[in-house]
């Protein structure tokens, strides 16, 4: 009797142990877990090699693995769930988990899943996951822009961590009849300048982000941020429509220009280029940290898995510190883990080290419908304030009259 309680103490030792440790990880040895799982995943190198690491720990499964991208799987999903040949287990981008769930397409994530993941995954990419409070899938990559500069051409100069030590480092540096600018960036591109506006204060469509009443656009924030905006005008000035992304993040990759602000998906032509340059979170504006779009790659468990215990598994797997390590090898993503120093590899790396320090500063794009219009509108916000075709307030009643009458069409008011 002695030896059975010792035993039942021990074991559940080590089940609480398991249960408040930190990365989630597959349990058991395979025992209990049989049958097939179909895994969508939009990168074959990440699919073979997740599926193979996760077999040695589940031999009695069988798994297929197909190519199926991001923005292909919840339509696909949903057309294929139905009759049995689709996934059990899938990704998507972030912003198609609002129809997802509305779909139906995406099983719940256990209380105590969701509370794990709660503790390990970014709060503002994780919430986008969530409906009335249940967890309907898990961020396993991100994205958001930073700011970039060049070791060679700042030289001793320390890296700027505001936007007024910027302004005063360009004063010294610029010379526009050689077109020479300290920083390049898309100024028309409403992704990239959305910072602007929270510098200011504002947050788009309220503080939760899905109040498609309240844009934000004609608020005393935005138009704090708006005038901080233009006023960068006189240390890079260049029309809008010369600001693409060749003429502003193409010259600092050619080593033209100290400072730029973009993302991950320029890492790698930075270094085919041989760069020397180094990457750390947005510089502040008056004092306040802004904050970013940013995006994410979501796992979920098909509501058509046949197989719901080994997909909820493979999840597991994916967002562990070894399925995370393999993915970072495989894909060069950025975790979406608010603590990415136990990711071998990843947490040596010093440009994605340099994106995640602006993570935390990242909201990610909302998910109401309304999104789809407030791209346009936002750009045109930022043209007319950068080419002063109109007064920050006028540029601001304008796009709020462009909003209400993309609400009007679909049968919305403020």
Known sequence: MKHFITIAVLTLALILFDACSGSPRPQGDGTGLSG???????????????????RKIHPGLRVRYQRVGSIDSRPKVALEG???MGPDVFIMAHDNMATAITDGICEPFSNELHERYSGLILETALKTCVSEEILYGVPVSTENIAFFYNKTLLGNTPVPKTFEEIVAFAEQWNNPRSNRYAIRWPVEDPYYNYFFLTGGGMK?????????????????????????YRSLRRIYDVPSGDTYQEASVGRFIRGDTPFTITGPWALNDMKRARLNFGVTKLPTINGKQPRCFSGAIVASVSSFSKNKEA??????????????????R??????????????????????????QEQSPFADPMPTIPEMAHAWEIQKNLFVSVWNNTQTVEAAQRAAMSAYDTVLLMSGKRR
């Open 36 to 54: 097939e799982l179909v895994i969508w995943l939009d990168n074959d190198t990440w699919g073979r090699e997740a599926i193979s690491a996760f």
């Open 82 to 84: 139905p009759s049995g």
């Open 204 to 228: 788009l469509f309220g503080h939760d982000m899905n109040d498609y009443k309240s844009p934000g656009w004609d608020s005393d924030s935005a138009a704090e941020g708006l005038r901080f």
């Open 311 to 328: 997909a909820f598994a493979f999840i597991e797997f994916l967002t562990s510190n070894d399925g995370i390590t393999l993915m970072y």
């Open 330 to 355: 495989t894909t060069g993503k950025l975790a979406a883990l608010k603590d990415i120093s136990g990711i071998e590899g990843l947490r040596d790396d010093p440009h994605l080290m340099g994106i």
